[in-house]
């Protein structure tokens, strides 16, 4: 099993990190699936836009909702989240396999049972490495999840395409 994770302190910078270690590999010509998400800033409130980007070229999805000013529920879109995690499933069974897949979060949803969760145990399956992001509200769940075997990776591109390397090596 290979799943790694990283977190990070600055609002959305897990989010930068996650994509800029999609761009790096597909660079280098390495197959990828997964979500990763771009925050953009709304001009009327402190809130932001959030969508995912189906790796390696799918659509771009918004999985927020605009639930009004005096909201103070979760502004995830579930729907628009299984829209996404019903492509990255599709894109698990592609040929050749990817070579690694691209968590975006381990959330609340997550958490629960739901999201992107489905997808990990079912990547890690078919023997395809793991990367996601954690933020400290899910740390314990995404643990539990795991059952300890995760690893936490250094919040880097380089540290994260050190982790896969060895990740992709044959196990001996």
Same mark, same amino acid.
Request: with cysteine.
């Given at each position: 099993?290979? *799943?790694a994770y990283?977190m =990070?302190?600055?609002?959305?910078? =897990?989010?930068? $990190? $996650?994509?800029? *270690?999609?761009?790096h *590999? @597909?660079?280098?010509?390495?197959?990828?699936a997964?979500i990763?998400?771009?925050? #953009?800033?709304?001009?009327d409130?402190a809130l932001?836009?959030?969508d995912?980007?189906?790796?390696?070229?799918?659509e #771009?999805?918004?999985?927020? @909702?605009?639930l009004?000013? @005096?909201?103070?529920?979760c502004? *995830?879109?579930p729907? !628009?989240l299984?829209? !996404?995690? !019903?492509?990255?499933t599709?894109s698990l069974? +592609?040929?050749?396999?990817?070579?690694?897949?691209?968590v975006?979060?381990?959330? %609340?949803?997550e958490a629960?049972?739901?999201?992107?969760?489905?997808v990990?145990?079912?990547?890690? +399956?078919?023997?395809i490495p793991?990367?996601?992001?954690?933020?400290k509200m899910?740390?314990d769940?995404? %643990?539990?999840f795991?059952?300890? $075997? !995760?690893?936490a990776v250094?919040?880097?591109?380089?540290?994260?395409?050190n982790? $896969?390397t060895? +990740? @992709?090596?044959?196990?001996i």
């Amino acid at each position: 099993m290979h *799943l790694a994770y990283v977190m =990070t302190q600055d609002r959305g910078a =897990t989010d930068r $990190l $996650l994509s800029a *270690l999609a761009e790096h *590999l @597909q660079a280098q010509g390495t197959s990828i699936a997964g979500i990763v998400q771009t925050n #953009t800033e709304c001009h009327d409130d402190a809130l932001c836009d959030m969508d995912v980007r189906v790796l390696p070229k799918g659509e #771009t999805i918004r999985i927020s @909702q605009s639930l009004g000013p @005096q909201a103070r529920g979760c502004r *995830l879109d579930p729907a !628009a989240l299984e829209h !996404a995690v !019903a492509q990255v499933t599709n894109s698990l069974h +592609a040929t050749p396999l990817p070579e690694v897949l691209i968590v975006n979060k381990f959330g %609340k949803h997550e958490a629960d049972g739901r999201g992107m969760r489905p997808v990990i145990g079912e990547a890690m +399956a078919l023997g395809i490495p793991v990367v996601s992001g954690v933020n400290k509200m899910n740390v314990d769940a995404f %643990k539990e999840f795991s059952d300890g $075997l !995760a690893v936490a990776v250094e919040p880097s591109v380089e540290a994260l395409i050190n982790w $896969l390397t060895t +990740a @992709q090596q044959p196990e001996i």
